[in-house]
T-cell receptor, first 111, second 112 residues
Framework: DSGVTQTPKHLITATGQRVTLRCSPRSGDLSVYWYQQSLDQGLQFLIQYYNGEERAKGNILERFSAQQFPDLHSELNLSSLELGDSALYFC??????????FGQGTRLTVV | QKEVEQDPGPLSVPEGAIVSLNCTYSNSAFQYFMWYRQYSRKGPELLMYTYSSGNKEDGRFTAQVDKSSKYISLFIRDSQPSDSATYLCAMSVAGGGNKLTFGTGTQLKVEL
């Protein structure tokens, strides 16, 4: 158990809908990262938050957004969902430059 | 050309064998190098985290980094069936989980 908790584990939704994925980082970790894993793209960095503020952006679509709350948990919002958004979404946390630990992921299926 | 290249396998070895997994990279700015193990449909599990060139050992696992050749390796000694998984190399410029660039992963199967 990495100590990073993600909910829900599975999500099935229709095209055009909006979903929210939730992540609770390890105790003491100020940085939260979101990654997307699809069969054709592998693991891709989406976005990083550090102590509530956006720190870095990767290949995140404009339809996607994230935030980190004062208690350090983070949410990834995916809207206007398309079939191609079906993937595993992982959250990871770390103490700045130390090792990053991943959660078990949320499997999103868009039908 | 991808920034990180990794042979996808699959790689099949008998129990007890020494396994060698490798990645090459093109971005000389990468400073932090990691190996993750991922079981099917689970989250990546950190195995090794290194910063500098050289070797780092942890139990049955040894990570090697050769920055001059832009080449990293993971060796698994006395491989076990429970080692069967996908192994992902990852690297970053800034450390932590920031903008990790992953290889595509090598699927390993250790057979009895």
């Amino acid at each position: 158990d990495s100590g990073v908790t993600q909910t829900p584990k599975h999500l099935i939704t229709a095209t055009g809908q909006r979903v929210t994925l939730r992540c609770s980082p390890r105790s003491g970790d100020l940085s939260v990262y979101w990654y997307q894993q699809s069969l054709d793209q592998g693991l891709q960095f989406l976005i990083q938050y550090y102590n509530g503020e956006e720190r870095a952006k990767g290949n995140i679509l404009e339809r996607f957004s994230a935030q980190q709350f004062p208690d350090l948990h983070s949410e990834l919002n995916l809207s206007s969902l398309e079939l191609g958004d079906s993937a595993l979404y992982f959250c990871a946390s770390s103490v700045v430059t130390d090792e990053a630990f991943f959660g078990q992921g949320t499997r999103l299926t868009v039908v | 050309q991808k920034e990180v290249e990794q042979d996808p396998g699959p790689l099949s070895v008998p129990e007890g064998a020494i396994v060698s997994l490798n990645c090459t990279y093109s971005n000389s700015a990468f400073q932090y190098f990691m190996w993750y193990r991922q079981y099917s449909r689970k989250g990546p599990e950190l195995l090794m985290y290194t910063y500098s060139s050289g070797n780092k050992e942890d139990g049955r696992f040894t990570a090697q980094v050769d920055k001059s050749s832009k080449y990293i390796s993971l060796f698994i000694r006395d491989s076990q069936p429970s080692d069967s998984a996908t192994y992902l190399c990852a690297m970053s410029v800034a450390g932590g989980g920031n903008k990790l660039t992953f290889g595509t992963g090598t699927q390993l199967k250790v057979e009895l």
